[in-house]
Each structure stands twice: as structure tokens, then as C-alpha cells.
């Protein structure tokens, strides 16, 4: 573990102290180590220094809309490779959302929440990645009896956030 100090002004240290008391950290200590790994995401993001990710896409839509649920179950299909999982709530009598997890290629990852944002219908749409580690084109296994390993019982994919 690496220490350094930092000096902040009476202003700004009251106001990070509320922060961080509002978000429920124990210390200063990890609040900045909870925003250092945001900066460091976000500016590997935009470098795009972050060949792979994981990622939440979330959206909403009217389920009345003309055939969209099916369009866009048709598509998470179509990209299962990208498609962890997805959660499905009914939000009133014609709107519901999703949340979509991801995890692949950054670039495949954005181009896939694009077309899925930019269906007709689908609104309030947002995507969050994470930049990870993922080791999608390695065959993994752990040897737990849940996962025996043979043709019935497919091999798993890790990911790990980068920081």
C-alpha cells in the first residue's frame, strides 16, 4: 500500500467529508480510491485504452410499441455472445425497462447498447462500462461439481474490473 497526502481547503474538505458521509464511506481513504478508479475507467474509456468491458445497459420502453419486445429479445439473441443476462421490469400498464448485462469487446459492447438505444421505442436509455479483464477466448474451469466440465456442462468466462 502506497500513502501520499494531499492538502485540500477548509471549503472543499467540509464538502468532501459530507460526501463522503452522504455515500456512507468509512474514510477519506477509500472515497478517494472509489474516485481515482472512476477517473482512471473513465479516461481509459475515452482513450479507448480498454479493449474489453463489462457493462450495464438500461433502458425503457413501450411495450406497445410494434413488435420492439421481440426486436429487441431478437437482438440480446443474436449477440449472445455479448449478453450476460437480463432483467425485465413492468413499470405501468405500457412501459417497461431493462437492464442488460454485457461483458466483450468495448467496441462491440457500445455498438450493440447504440443499435439497442437507437430502436424505435426504446427511450432513457444509458449504458455503463467498466473496463476489465476478460478472458472470453480461453476455455475456463474450475473442477466444482456443479461444473463437471463435459459437452453438457460448458465452460465459464471470467471478468475483472482493471482497477
Given at each position: 500500500m502506497e500513502r501520499f497526502t494531499i492538502s485540500l481547503d477548509e471549503k472543499l474538505a467540509k464538502e468532501f467529508d459530507e460526501l463522503i458521509r452522504a455515500r456512507g464511506y468509512v474514510n477519506r481513504s477509500e472515497a478517494v480510491r472509489d474516485i481515482l478508479r472512476e477517473k482512471l475507467e473513465?479516461?481509459?474509456?475515452?482513450?479507448?485504452?480498454?479493449?474489453?468491458?463489462?457493462?450495464?445497459?438500461?433502458?425503457?420502453?413501450?411495450?406497445?410499441?410494434r413488435d420492439?419486445?421481440?426486436?429487441?429479445?431478437?437482438?440480446?439473441?443474436?449477440?449472445?455472445?455479448?449478453?450476460?443476462?437480463?432483467?425485465?421490469?413492468?413499470?405501468?400498464?405500457?412501459?417497461?425497462?431493462?437492464?442488460?448485462?454485457?461483458?466483450?469487446?468495448?467496441a462491440a459492447v457500445r455498438a450493440f447498447a447504440d443499435s439497442m438505444m437507437a430502436e424505435r421505442g426504446v427511450r432513457h436509455g444509458v449504458l455503463n462500462l467498466i473496463p476489465a479483464d476478460v478472458n472470453a477466448g480461453k476455455r475456463h474451469h474450475h473442477?466444482?461439481?456443479?461444473?463437471?466440465?463435459?459437452?453438457d456442462h460448458p465452460y465459464h468466462v471470467h471478468s475483472r474490473p482493471k482497477s
Open positions: 473513465a479516461n481509459r474509456l475515452a482513450r479507448e485504452q480498454a479493449p474489453d468491458c463489462i457493462a450495464a445497459l438500461s433502458y425503457i420502453y413501450n411495450h406497445h410499441e420492439l419486445a421481440e426486436r429487441l429479445t431478437a437482438a440480446q439473441h443474436e449477440h449472445h455472445d455479448l449478453t450476460v443476462s437480463t432483467l425485465h421490469a413492468h413499470l405501468d400498464h405500457e412501459n417497461c425497462m431493462e437492464a442488460v448485462i454485457l461483458r466483450g469487446p468495448t473442477g466444482h461439481p456443479h461444473h463437471p466440465g463435459g459437452p
